[in-house]
């Protein structure tokens, strides 16, 4: 399989989830917490699976940083054929629609988006909470090509499985993909970038830190008994780990 990371930039993360993209200028002084923002293309036999959506950086030309980089690959948005969401906090969900003249739309026309639905339940049980851009929320979950998650584990195709791990948000989903011996795995933001794995921490910003950290052990170990390739959303310096 074909694997394709979509960076967006380099931004710092205020308190209250505004993100600012990290400049040559600013990098010393802005505050907050820095990360990457770093969607994945893998593409299969047969898909072309999107891992979460970024948060729909426009460079100066005012088209999104991921569309740029999918047409550097000579790849259309809609060739896309899955959108697979870990959580729905808005770094991961805004690129995922677009305002046109006839309105929200989505951004891969053609692609199925699986949401896990108790993820949708506790961030529409928690309005205010910053992280969540309920604007664009309410319109990602009015497209017609929403596939509802409800079950703790599962496959979505032979390909590709899924797990409800909790951690960083109660019900975030971790998923697997796997094709000619070869095994993808995207812990999202219970594994977001490579020193994760090298302190083991408990991190506040977690819903459970705890329980996102007994993860990346038992993840850690089984990459490396498996070979797998991680792929890191919020690293400012990587993409993927291979074991």
Excluded: C
């Amino acid at each position: 399989m074909k694997i394709i990371p979509l960076k967006e930039g380099n931004f710092s993360a205020s308190k209250t989830k505004d993100f600012t993209l990290l400049t040559a200028e600013n990098s010393d002084t802005v505050q907050g917490i820095k990360m990457s923002v770093q969607p994945f293309l893998i593409i299969t036999e047969n898909d072309y699976i999107l891992l979460d959506a970024g948060i729909g950086w426009k460079n100066d030309a005012g088209i999104p940083v991921v569309l740029t980089l999918l047409d550097e690959h000579t790849i259309h948005p809609g060739q896309i054929t899955k959108l697979l969401l870990s959580h729905l906090h808005k770094d991961h969900i805004e690129g995922a629609v677009v305002l046109t003249d006839n309105g929200f739309e989505a951004v891969f026309p053609n692609a199925e988006i699986y949401i896990q639905k108790r993820e949708l339940d506790f961030a529409m049980e928690n309005r205010g909470n910053p992280s969540f851009d309920f604007d664009i929320l309410e319109k990602l979950i009015q497209l017609p090509d929403i596939i509802w998650m409800n079950d703790d584990k599962g496959e979505i195709t032979s390909e590709i499985s899924y797990e409800v791990v909790g951690g960083h948000t109660p019900f975030m989903q971790v998923f697997w993909i796997k094709e000619n011996e070869e095994t993808v795995f995207y812990g999202a933001d219970d594994l977001p970038q490579a020193s994760y794995l090298k302190y083991h921490l408990a991190y506040k910003s977690d819903y459970d830190g705890r329980k996102a950290m007994e993860l990346r052990l038992q993840w850690e170990k089984e990459a490396k008994e498996n070979h797998w390739k991680i792929l890191l959303y919020h690293d400012l310096d990587r993409a993927v780990l291979e074991f």
